[in-house]
């Protein structure tokens, strides 16, 4: 496995969101949610001109792939300069186009970011979203996942839908409109207050992620955490109020 590999593979097991669904006892009958996969997709992306296709009103800018994609050689990977807002706006327009669906239907669970130390003045080269909707279905209501995550680095996104019924636990949402600061701004808060001491020390050679996650146990605002390229305890972390 290559290291992006594996930074790939953490972001995805060790930085994204648990998303926490207890059983519910009643007459000593545990009673849980099932989770099941509907879906799973795979598109390639051109990151060097995807921004700019959007902007001009490109739809064919999102190629369905078979299979999961193998990793892109170092030499032909592309330093993206995507912010929170350029995440969105790609989400929005993969829902129209692609997925013909649209994003206002559903609602975010979770936002996640992340990129190497070396790459903090470029800006988040991986991007991790969970949505849901609630719908009424067999005679009971049940929710619908739909996890995103966006690799500009090996230029490609995931898409994957998931199903638990019936619903029982109520997932939260995160209204972005009325959060005071974005994933920019909490990056840049933690950098006050002990990064920007971390990533020096380290010569850049740590892991970077920022997360917005209400639904995890140790949730209060934007979670921004330093850790080692080959994993383990965070060097630094910080919570900043959203």
């Known amino acids: 496995m290559t290291m992006n590999s594996y930074l790939t593979l953490k972001f995805l097991t060790g930085l994204m969101v ?14 849980s949610e099932n989770k099941e996969s509907l879906t799973k997709h795979y598109y390639r992306i051109s990151p060097e001109i995807l921004l700019g296709a959007i902007d001009e009103n490109k739809t064919d800018i999102f190629s369905p792939l078979g299979n999961a994609p193998d990793d892109i050689p170092v030499e032909q990977r592309y330093l993206v300069s995507w912010s929170q807002a350029d995440y969105l706006k790609i989400l929005n327009v993969m829902f129209e186009t692609a997925l013909k669906d649209k994003m206002s239907a559903w609602q975010l669970n979770s936002i996640s970011f992340s990129m190497n130390c070396s790459e903090y003045k470029s800006g988040f080269q991986n991007g991790y979203f969970i949505l849901f909707r609630k719908i009424h279905e067999n005679g009971q209501d049940v929710r619908i996942a739909r996890t995103i995550f966006v690799d500009a680095r090996n230029k490609y996104i995931y898409v994957g839908d998931d199903i638990y019924s019936p619903t029982i636990s109520d997932w939260s949402s995160i209204d972005l409109e009325k959060a005071k600061m974005s994933a920019e701004d909490a990056l840049a808060s933690a950098e006050t207050i002990g990064g920007t001491s971390v990533r020096l020390r380290e010569g850049n050679a740590c892991h970077l992620s920022v997360r917005l996650s209400p639904d995890t146990a140790s949730y209060n605002g934007w979670f921004v955490g330093y850790e080692p390229l080959g994993g383990g305890k965070y060097l630094f972390s910080a919570n900043i109020a959203p």
């Not at 648990?18 to 000593?28: D, H, V």
């Open 18 to 31: 648990f998303i926490l669904s207890s059983p519910i006892t009643a007459c000593s009958v545990e009673i």
